[in-house]
């Protein structure tokens, strides 16, 4: 066994990585509700959802198998850069003079840049066996687009990626690296939709929202038949896929024989802090002591300032509705620098059990986001993607705290990605334009008057 005290990050051999995905529905004493049709207003059946996903990802949405195989073609695929490194955050314990110890799982290595890729790829694998010659999606700040665009390029299938105008205008990289992989990247609001047109109609100079891409990439597979949709976050089989996250840092903490005391991750649509804590929470159902901590922005606080109830996935009301936290379908959070963190919803699984007590939420303001992110690039030599600086954040906080009170403790967090798609973000901080922006309680309050009449 290596020992811990001198470990700088641990390797796993390919042959270890997961052979099954963990679906935490199986162990959680209150299920997920259900989701609703929005053509129906009933419950959602399987025969819903067909006219956008395959067979098996809508029975990934639905089942409560505790374990679900990870088909060898998939397998394969990780196996370019998974399993992902675990790192001991050496150079941040010393800034920080610390007793605490800290670790992070860094899913950066790929060549997108983020964990979506773990997800992308099986989703673009079940629509090839389906026949599926095309995936619409949408991006907010182009992680997603980037990961369904080369997935899709693997397999053999076109991909079209309705990108949230304004990240359209700021982050060109993002799209030319979408182009590297054959996808059709559109503004959106765009003119190709029905959706799209009526948002234009009233205002022709709209910067979108993710809300509003949903939309229109919904519309696009829901009108095409040789064409389904794609989504990176917040639906039960994405979390799903995330968990080879956690079950790799399980093993990796494992051979140096440590476990966490506490888990963070950032959440936008919740997908990565699934991944890695849905795995340690399986130890936690049969007792074991470890605390999961979601971080959001305080310009979107879901979890911490929404309501638990049933909303609309997007804009136009064309995607599932679920229960869930909510800021109501309507509210547009500002334009902050975590594009991906900027979602009105979150995962109705994560939903219940942040609404069971079973994890905990925190927020943070961007500026000390930011100021967070800095310290670890100087101290790690990683520039972070801003949505990862929310977890490096808290876990700087708790390492903090732990010196306070003189007590050893043991923090991971995962590294959803790396920021060398977002220096615009690092120069405006630089250049002390951040702000610490703060939710508009009015407008979530005006939104969340909009919530769809199903008490479920
Ligand atoms: C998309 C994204 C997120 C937020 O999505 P989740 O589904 O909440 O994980 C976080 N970090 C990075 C790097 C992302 O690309």
């Not at 990585?17 to 129906?40: F, L």
């Not at 309501?307 to 804009?315: E, H, I, K, L, S």
């Not at 994560?350 to 905990?360: F, K, M, R």
Request: overall charge negative.
């Amino acid at each position: 066994m290596m020992s811990k005290k001198n470990v700088t990050k641990v390797i796993l051999d390919e042959t270890e990585i997961p052979r099954q995905w963990y679906n935490i529905v199986a162990d959680m004493p209150n299920k997920p509700a259900p989701y609703y049709s929005p053509m129906t207003g009933k419950i959602a059946t399987a025969d819903d959802m067909a006219a956008i996903f395959p067979k098996e990802i809508i029975e990934q949405e639905m089942t409560s198998e505790r374990f679900i195989d990870i088909p060898d073609e998939v397998r394969e695929m990780y196996a370019q850069w998974r399993p992902s490194p675990l790192y001991r955050a050496k150079g941040l314990e010393k800034v920080l003079d610390t007793p605490a110890r800290i670790y992070y799982k860094y899913e950066g290595t790929n060549a997108t840049g983020s964990h979506k890729l773990n997800s992308s790829i099986p989703q673009a694998y079940y629509n090839k066996n389906a026949g599926i010659k095309r995936l619409s999606t949408e991006t907010g700040a182009g992680q997603w687009g980037s990961a369904l665009s080369l997935a899709s390029n693997h397999f053999g299938m076109e991909c079209t990626v309705y990108m949230v105008n304004v990240s359209y205008q700021q982050k060109p990289y993002r799209r030319s690296f979408m182009h590297t992989f054959g996808a059709n990247v559109i503004a959106s609001p765009s003119n190709l939709t029905n959706s799209g047109r009526s948002i234009l109609e009233k205002d022709p100079e709209c910067s979108g929202s993710l809300g509003i891409a949903i939309s229109e990439a919904v519309e696009d597979a829901a009108t095409h038949s040789d064409t389904n949709y794609a989504l990176g976050s917040v639906l039960n089989h994405v979390c799903l896929h995330q968990t080879i996250i956690g079950q790799e840092a399980k093993k990796q903490l494992e051979m140096i024989d440590e476990y966490p005391d506490v888990v963070f991750a950032c959440c936008g649509g919740g997908s990565n802090f699934a991944g890695a804590a849905f795995p340690f929470l399986m130890d936690r159902f049969k007792g074991k002591k470890v605390r999961a901590v979601a971080v959001e922005p305080t310009a979107c606080p879901t979890l911490t300032k929404g309501v638990f109830a049933y909303d609309y996935g997007d804009t136009a009301k064309a995607a599932p509705i679920a229960k869930m936290y909510t800021l109501g379908h309507d509210f547009i959070p500002e334009g902050i620098h975590a594009g991906g963190l900027r979602y009105h919803g979150a995962s109705s699984i994560v939903s219940q059990l942040y609404n069971d007590g079973i994890i905990e939420a925190q927020s943070c303001g961007q500026k000390e986001v930011f100021d967070a992110a800095v310290t670890f690039a100087r101290a790690e030599g990683i520039v972070p993607a801003p949505e990862s600086s929310h977890a490096i954040r808290a876990a700087i906080d708790e390492a903090l705290k732990a010196k306070e009170e003189g007590r050893e403790q043991v923090i991971l967090f995962n590294l959803s990605g790396h920021g060398y798609f977002d220096f615009s973000a690092y120069d405006s901080y630089f250049g002390g334009k951040l702000e610490n922006i703060h939710y508009d309680e009015q407008a979530v309050k005006a939104s969340i008057a909009n919530l769809p009449d199903i008490k479920g």
